[in-house]
Each structure stands twice: as C-alpha cells, then as structure tokens.
C-alpha cells in the first residue's frame, strides 16, 4: 500500500472531519484508528434536548460526519492501526503503520494528526471524593450514562438534591492544569437542565468560578437561571460522607454573596471533569517530532493548524480544549492549510 | 459556475473575508453598506452558484451575477455616553480610547505612567461579558503593566477564558502583579480625586477608570437580512443560533455566509480563522456539486394544512414561513432555502407536504447569458 495522499491519525470526529474535507477535494486519504471503531469520545456524548426541544449541545453532530466517512469509498480506514514511525522523504512523508495484519509501509504528501484527548480523572481532585461514594460521579460518566441508558436513566419522583461542581482538574495552576476546558460549563448547565426537566422534585445548585457563557450559545444558561437553578460564585471547600448509608454527600461551601459558610446535602453530586492531553501525547509528539505546549497539548502556529514541521497540521481536541463543532471546523480548517500547501509546492 | 463573490461590509472583518477567498481563488466583489452606499442591496434571488444580487445604483435598477454572499459587517460597541447608570466623568474613559493613547506622547497614559497612577479596567461593569471585550481588557492590562508601568486592576463578573490560553494568560497576569476583582453591583463613585469601586474582597481606589465598550449587533440587520433571505437571531446577531451551521459561517440559505462579528463573539484573530473557514467551504460549494438547486424539494397542499407549525418548528434549515396567498394563510416553503430533506413531511399531521421535482424557475432561465 503506497499512497501520495494525506495520512490522518486519529478516527474521532476531527480525524474523520478531516479527512472527508480532504476527499471533497480529491485528495485520497489514509485514516488511521487505534480502536475498533471510528468515533471517538463524542460518540458518548449525549442528547440534551428537554422536552423534545433541542438544547444545541451538538452532540448529533457526529453521526452524520461518521456516516459520511463510512460511505465515502475513496478513504482508506485502518482500524486497530497505530503508526510507528513517519519520517520526513522527499517533500513528504513515509511511515510505518502496526494494523492487526503486520506492519504496512506507505507514503503520504502530509499528515494530520488528530488524536483528540483524555477525560480528566475526577480523582485527581483527591478532596471531592470521586471513587469512594456512589453519589459522587464526574461529567463524562452521566454523559456516558445518559446516552447508553438514555435520558431516562437518572429519572426519579422522589425530592433530590443535586449538585454541580464545575472546573474539576481544570483551572488549576498548583495542579499544573491552568486551562479551562471549555466544555464543560456547556454540558454542565445542559445536563443540569435536562436532569431539573425530567424530575421536577429535582433541585439543583452549580458551584462554579465563572460560567463560560460566551458566544452566543448562551441561552441553556439564561433559561437554567429561569428555572430556579441556583448557581453559586465558588467551588465547595470540603465535601463529607452523609446519610445512614453514605448515600448522601455534604457539601460545605463559602457563599461569597450571603458572605458567610453554608453547607448543602446532596444526593447526586456530578464533578463536571473537562479535557486534558493525552497520557501518550508526549510519545506521539516524538513520533512526529513536534513540540507540545505549556499543558501538554500539541503545539501549533498562530493559525492553531499549522506547526513547526511544515507538511504536519493539527485537527481537534489535541491541539486545545474544544467542542464537537468546533473540533469540526477547526479540522476543516486544517485540512484547507493542508491543500492550500500543497498546491504552493513545487510539483 | 460564477466564481465572482459578493462580500457585504466595510470594515476588518470584510477585509479578512476578502483576502481569504482571493487565497481560494475567487474574485472578489465589495458591497458597501449604508444610506450613501453607491449600490442599494434589494434582493438576493436564486440558487448557489447563480445569484442574483439586485439593487439600485445611481437610481437604476442594476443586477449582479455572483455564485455566493459572504456577509461580515462586523458589529457596534455601545458608546460610554450611551449608558445611562455610568458617571460621565472624566476620569472614566472606553478600553479603546486607553488603547490608543498608549503610544501617545502627552497622552493620558503617558501621564498615567509618569505619576505611576492605577488603573482599573472593568470588562463587564453593564452588561454580559463578551469575548471581544474580555480580550481588550487582558491585552491592555498587560501592555499597561509592562510598558506604562502603572498599578492595573481589572474587574470583572465573570472571567470568559475559555478560548486561545485565557486563563494562563490571567495567571500571568495576576503573577505579574495585576490584581483581578469580581465586581459588586454599585457604580463606581468618581470624584476630584479619584474613583473608588466596590467589589467582592472590598474597595480600590483608582486614578482612572478604563471601561470595555458593550458589543451590541448592528441596528441594520434586519433589513439586511430581509434582503438576502436569511433570518436574524432574538439577540439580533445574523442567524439564530443553529449549532448546525453556527460554527461554519452558514446560514438556513444555501451559499450565503456569514463571516466576523455579524454572527460570531470574537476577536481579530478569530474572524481571520472565521473567514479561512468560510472561503474553503465556498471553494468546495462552487467547485464540486451544490451549484444546482435540489432536484427535488417540499411542497405544501394549501388546501390540507391546518397551520399547526409543526414543519415551521422542524425544518433544520428555516426553510418554511406562513405566507398569505388567495386569501389563505398556509405554511410555504422557501425553495432557495429547501435542501429537500424530507422532515417536514415526517412530521405533518395532515400529510399536507409532499417532495415535488424542481423545474427550472423563471429567473434562473432570466439569468442565464
Ligand atoms: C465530559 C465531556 C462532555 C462533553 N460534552 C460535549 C457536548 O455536549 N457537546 C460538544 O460539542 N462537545 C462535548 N465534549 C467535547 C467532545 O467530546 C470533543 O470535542 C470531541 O470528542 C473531540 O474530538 P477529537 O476527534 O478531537 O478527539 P477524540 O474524540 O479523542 O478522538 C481521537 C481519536 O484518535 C484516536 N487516537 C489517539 N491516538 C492515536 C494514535 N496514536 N494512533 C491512532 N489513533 C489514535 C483515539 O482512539 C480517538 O478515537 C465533551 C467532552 C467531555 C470530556
Ligand atoms: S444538538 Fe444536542 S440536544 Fe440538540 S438534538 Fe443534537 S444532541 Fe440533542
Ligand atoms: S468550561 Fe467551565 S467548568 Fe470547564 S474549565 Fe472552563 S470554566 Fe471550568
Ligand atoms: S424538505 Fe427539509 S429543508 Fe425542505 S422544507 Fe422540508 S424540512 Fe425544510
Ligand atoms: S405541519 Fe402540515 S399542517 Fe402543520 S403548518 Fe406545516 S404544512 Fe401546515
């Protein structure tokens, strides 16, 4: 297998976004998964629209660019593949991949790298507990849950105290995490809305620094703040087993408004985790040989796409925290620099 | 296939837009907008690939044959003296006016930095924070730290750092000895010798006041948008948010765009990646299919609909409107918006739309050469 095409790395959606923009304009592509699936972590993100009304989480987004890829005939996909090596030949690339049959070897004019990230662990927020009480669980379980279970999954009639703790493992300098994530004041403020809707016995409360409301998809947070949910300005300082059978958590909490110490008891606490780099992400920057930046995530040039190796562009998650849209255009965008690049070369 | 491309604005956003689709290939047709405009935008008639941007030019009727609109007419900063709670004062002055007087001999900054004055800036005193806002405030605080030397505080109710390091930005800041503070309702008290700002850890003192002009949409929008067909969001940005077409510069219309601030919240950097978005989008629109209309689109009985809304809530692209026509009120569908899709027809109650073949209108035979 020999192809003077592109070689994408990563089957998520910026991989897969990539590539179809690639084959759009008649460009062959290799894709290459590590998994048995394309896909990647927004296939568990879930629906969050309440009551049939659509919240824009983007969450369908993905299915349609997954189906396209898998009806597009002119991408070649390697899943259950790695790559071994790539190494600058000849105005281009040649590279090793590591599929289940052996090692291919193959040519390509450039590489996208699109190997997304890593949940944030809620257990290195070591204070909140996550792990060791059934009530404590982080933003990409309930995400994960709701869309395997479906919306009804966390559905009761009984009174239920809620609590969102928003920014957990991001924005934390001592944690060498200084980076928002951007999407989890996005999903926080849906889920908890989608969760208030379903049980109205639900009351919910988010703990958060500041709501990232920006852009103008700020309308869950505006109708959520209709809806009787309380936000908070500050994070819990401390959180205690509660309940005769530890099924209730405390919450206790400096509220800077009332401007004195509250607690809450709570029967579901969701610690909205965010994106951080990728454990490998420092053995696939060798790979390539590129530089990461500050956080670990893969860096870039002023355009976000580009990088220090000319021929080598980024797409999604593992160049910065983004959401499922913007990982879309953002891997469109590479994949225009990509060909804009290739039609300046020298033939 | 018409490789010619209208782009509606004036200023840096159009600019951008310009200059990323002359990088594709494409050339480039510049509308003003406004009352003294020498082209009068009217209508917007056809399909993808073949438009027909018509209007008034020196009192004539003129048409212009373009294959897309990219419209990026930016947005407005509210004036300081447009809101009514703020002291006018003149210790008080715009994020912007600061920013311009930094290289300035004999400016107020320079003074600023001469007496080692402090500064705060607010990047949210009024109204919600927006990201254009929010970044002014950081660069300025930053440049006025190191390069004026002055004491700077920066107040805010929210800190929107999601996007381009904000946040590491902020740490840097704050290790660099700029002190961050979430503000409280009251307004700040000017008074000869100063300005005295309340806020959640306490109060400062300031000798001048910095405050970011409000981003608001452009008041002409909706004529705009009447024009070209497309719609206006309730926060009167181009578009209701669709998170379908939002982050790709699309609006309900095929082959019209939106690039910059006329539909998005972000800064220089962000419209320049906007408008590279936009223009590679176009290049595979005008190039590979989409330059036909649907071969097959919806079509609604007027006689069986019952004007429930449903298609008018279900169309993915705003493609259906209540229209009046022979003293009947029915919904309608809009054939340069229809991608034929079909979900209006799942959901209508009383099967009153049904897909029907496409032949070639009348105006796009008109404009064929
Ligand atoms: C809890 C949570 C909730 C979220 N909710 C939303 C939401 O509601 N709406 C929204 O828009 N976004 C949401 N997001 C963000 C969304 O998940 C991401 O934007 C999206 O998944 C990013 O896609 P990606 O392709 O960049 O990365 P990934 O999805 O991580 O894809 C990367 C792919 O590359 C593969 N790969 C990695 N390394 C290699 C290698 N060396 N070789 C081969 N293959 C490799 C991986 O197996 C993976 O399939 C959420 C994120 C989190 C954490
Ligand atoms: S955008 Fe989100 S809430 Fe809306 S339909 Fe898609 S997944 Fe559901
Ligand atoms: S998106 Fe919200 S919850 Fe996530 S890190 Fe940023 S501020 Fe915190
Ligand atoms: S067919 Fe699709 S695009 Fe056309 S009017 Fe019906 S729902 Fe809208
Ligand atoms: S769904 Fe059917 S009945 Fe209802 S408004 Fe549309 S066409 Fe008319």
Known sequence: MTSHGVLVIGGGIAGVSA??????RDVPVTLVERDAQLGGQASSVCCKAVAGRCQQCGGCLYAGQLQACADQTRIDIQLTTTVT??????GGFRYTLCTLDGSLEGTASAVILATGFDHVNARTKGAFGYGLLPAIISGDELERRLSEAGQAAFDTDEPRQVAFIQCVGSRDEQAGRGWCSQVCCRYGVRLARL???????????????DIQHCGRDSQAFDLAQKEDITFVTGLPAQIQRAGAHNEQVLLQYDDIHAGQYTSLLADLVVLSTGIQPRADAAATADLFGLERNAFGFMASAADDVRTAVPGIYLAGCCQAPRSIADSIAHARRAAAACLQDLQEQPA | MNELVAVIGTGYDADCAAQALRS?????ERIVQ????????????????????????DGSLTALSVGAVVVATGNERVPLTALKKLPQHARIVSTKQLASQLTKPASITERASRQRQHIALTIDLMTPASREATREVIDLAGQLRDKCKCEVSVLYRELQVDTDWLEKRVRDLRAAGVAFHRLQAAMPEPDAEGITIRHADGQLRADLLGVAQPVRPRRDH?????????RVGEDGYLQPFNVHLYHFGGTARKGVYLVGRCHLDTDDSGVRQDAELVASQLAVLLTVNGTQPEAVLAWVDRAKCIRCLTCIRTCPHSAV???????????????AACFGCGMCIANCPVQAISMRGQAVPAWLQEAAP
């Not at chain 1, 590539?19 to 759009?24: G, Q």
């Not at chain 2, 594709?24 to 480039?28: C, E, I, K, L």
């Not at chain 2, 406004?34 to 056809?46: N, R, V, Y």
């Open chain 1, 195 to 209: 969760l208030k809707a379903r049980s109205p016995n639900t009351v919910v409360t988010v703990f958060r620094m």
């Open chain 2, 222 to 230: 909706p004529a705009l948008a009447e024009a070209l067909g497309i």
């Open chain 2, 34 to 57: 406004g009352p003294s405009a020498p082209f009068q935008l009217s209508t917007l008639e056809g399909y993808v690939g073949s438009f027909a941007l018509r209007g008034f030019c």
């Open chain 1, 19 to 24: 590539a179809l923009a690639l084959t759009e």
């Open chain 1, 85 to 90: 090596s790539c190494n600058p030949s000849e």
């Open chain 2, 24 to 28: 594709h290939g494409f050339r480039v």
């Open chain 2, 321 to 335: 409107e209540l229209a009046d026509a022979e003293g009947v009120t029915a919904a309608h569908v809009l054939e």
